[in-house]
């Protein structure tokens, strides 16, 4: 009886969680569908979000390419299909690992940012103050917030793709002799632009996901300090299972077919 | 909306009942808040006081009964209608809320940059003019973070009045200030409903400034409303609940239990 019971109050607070999250979603949208934008704060927002992720977004996108192309280098020259690297590498990047690495690393810096801002504005009452005042806040924080994520996630995704091919060349050229020339010719032949709009479309969905669950986790904080810190916690480990779950379905929409 | 003495009513609690859950927070309230007057409302901590006036600005909504605004009954509006209604109420916040990523003057800007059209200047003036009523008029560009505890008051007074609301209600002035600064900020409230001629609510647990504030008062205990009367009555109410509080005796009809 009381595992029903148990069960029946997770049921609850999922689908009041995933109703929530639905709420604030459509709420932005609208906003945004009807251009109730505050434009200089999106701005802001998209350099303390986007700009400021960039260095850790092409460190770690850097270091992943160079390790697919260390790997596959090596059972390439092995099998000799050396000419196939520069293929692997980026079909890797663009298609699967730029988006997901980047929306990962912002999901864990932006979204842990966003959960963190609002929810101690929830329990200092700021947010309060803002309804007091008329004023809707997921049309004066979360549409800022989301609309610099969507703008720049993808910017740093063809960041993330640039550099990690460009590290990929550079392992493979300097520890399996791979000229660059080799390298690239063999990306022209394994990828098409098709691949990198694809991609591109991955960050955008990632985008929202990191600023919606961020935002809504912070805008639902309760309890002080210690509520700030679970939120924020919460909103990282939510935000990087939907990635995941939601690149899984993305690539079998996307790419299935080939 | 007039109450039985014939006074205009700008808010009224009609039979308000509020619970979460299980916690029952106000159980059948009524309360007439009488236009130009200074309405002072008091009661033990944790009593629903703020809960009151979140009532009144339509932040919460009641379990039970009507909370009216005018003659408008706020419960039964859109979000978007209870906007437009709070734009004819302000809140100032015990801890004063304001954002702490804007300066005081951009949180002083803010209702008039949302709901105004005037012009960048215009907000610059009606600020400046707000803040130098609260005395900070040399702390426009300053941060939240960088006032005192009674700047901080100020500033969300400034923030409370720079529209020019109807009604405005103060939760808690003078909680945690030194009493000099209390006095100060008892005589901005006063000043402010009589200069521009609007209306206030006003939580307090201190009854010196109940009673050099207050027009009218009213005493909460138990989820109800108890007592109300003129607030010079609060000292000699006759009733043995309000007397207990106003005087602050340990003895009579209210029971603190210390749990331990």
Redesign the interface.
């Known amino acids: 009886m009381r595992a029903l019971d148990r069960f029946g109050r997770a049921t609850i607070d999922f689908f009041e969680y995933a109703g929530g999250l639905a709420l604030l979603s459509a709420e932005s949208l609208g906003f945004m569908l009807q251009l109730r934008i505050r434009i200089a704060e999106t701005i802001s927002q998209a350099a303390l979000l986007g700009v400021q992720s960039l260095l850790i977004v092409c460190l770690t996108s850097l270091f992943t390419g160079m390790v697919i192309s260390l790997e596959s280098a090596q059972q390439a020259v092995a099998y000799g299909v050396s000419n196939l690297v520069g293929g692997a590498v980026a079909y890797a990047s663009v298609r699967e690992l730029g988006p997901m690495l980047t929306g990962v690393v912002v999901a864990g810096r932006v979204g842990a940012a966003i959960a963190a801002e609002l929810g101690s504005?929830v329990v200092?009452?700021?947010i309060?103050?803002?309804?007091?005042?008329?004023?809707?806040p997921p049309r004066f924080l979360v549409v800022p917030r989301l609309l610099a994520l969507l703008l720049m996630l993808p910017l740093l995704t063809i960041f993330a793709d640039v550099v990690s091919i460009a590290g990929g060349a550079w392992i493979a050229q300097t520890y399996a002799h791979i000229p660059y020339d080799s390298f690239v010719s063999s990306i022209r032949e394994s990828i098409d632009f098709s691949d990198v709009v694809k991609g591109l479309v991955k960050s955008v969905v990632f985008a929202a996901i990191i600023a919606l669950v961020g935002a809504y986790q912070g805008l639902s904080t309760r309890g002080g300090a210690a509520g700030v810190g679970r939120s924020t916690t919460f909103a990282v480990v939510l935000a990087i299972i939907l990635i995941f779950a939601s690149n899984f379905l993305l690539s079998f929409l996307l790419f299935g077919g080939r | 909306m007039r109450n039985g003495a014939g006074a205009n009513v700008i808010a009224r609690l009609e039979n308000t009942a509020l619970a979460f859950g299980s916690r029952i927070i106000l159980r059948n309230c009524t309360l007439d808040i009488v236009e130009g007057a200074i309405t002072c409302i008091i009661g033990l901590s944790g009593a629903g006081k703020s809960t009151i006036l979140?009532l009144i600005?339509g932040?919460l909504l009641p379990s039970e009964g009507h909370v009216f605004v005018r003659d408008q009954d706020i419960c039964h509006v859109s979000e978007d209608q209870?906007?437009?209604i709070?734009?004819k109420?302000?809140?100032s916040?015990?801890?004063s809320?304001?954002?702490?990523s804007l300066s005081v003057g951009d949180n002083v800007a803010?209702?008039l940059r949302?709901?105004t059209r005037l012009t960048h200047a215009e907000i610059h003036r009606t600020v400046m003019d707000a803040l130098d009523s609260v005395g900070l008029a040399n702390a426009y560009d300053a941060l939240p973070g960088e006032l005192s505890g009674g700047m901080l008051k100020r500033a969300g007074f400034a923030?409370a009045i720079v529209t020019r609301p109807e009604l405005v209600l103060y939760d808690e002035p003078t909680t945690g200030l030194d009493p000099i600064m209390g006095a100060v900020i008892d005589g901005l409230i006063v000043d402010i409903v009589r200069r521009l001629g609007g209306t206030a609510v006003a939580i307090t647990h201190d009854m010196a400034s109940a009673r050099r504030i207050g027009d009218a008062a009213a005493m909460l205990h138990g989820g109800r409303i108890i007592w109300t009367g003129p607030a010079s009555d609060l000292m000699h109410s006759g009733n043995p609940a309000v007397d207990q509080f106003t005087h602050g005796r340990r003895e009579g009809p209210i029971q603190m239990e210390l749990r331990r």
């Open positions: 504005m200092t009452e700021q309060e103050a803002l309804r007091s005042m008329g004023v809707e | 979140r600005d932040l209870r906007n437009v709070r734009q109420i302000s809140l916040f015990q801890f809320a304001l954002l702490d803010l209702p949302e709901h923030r």
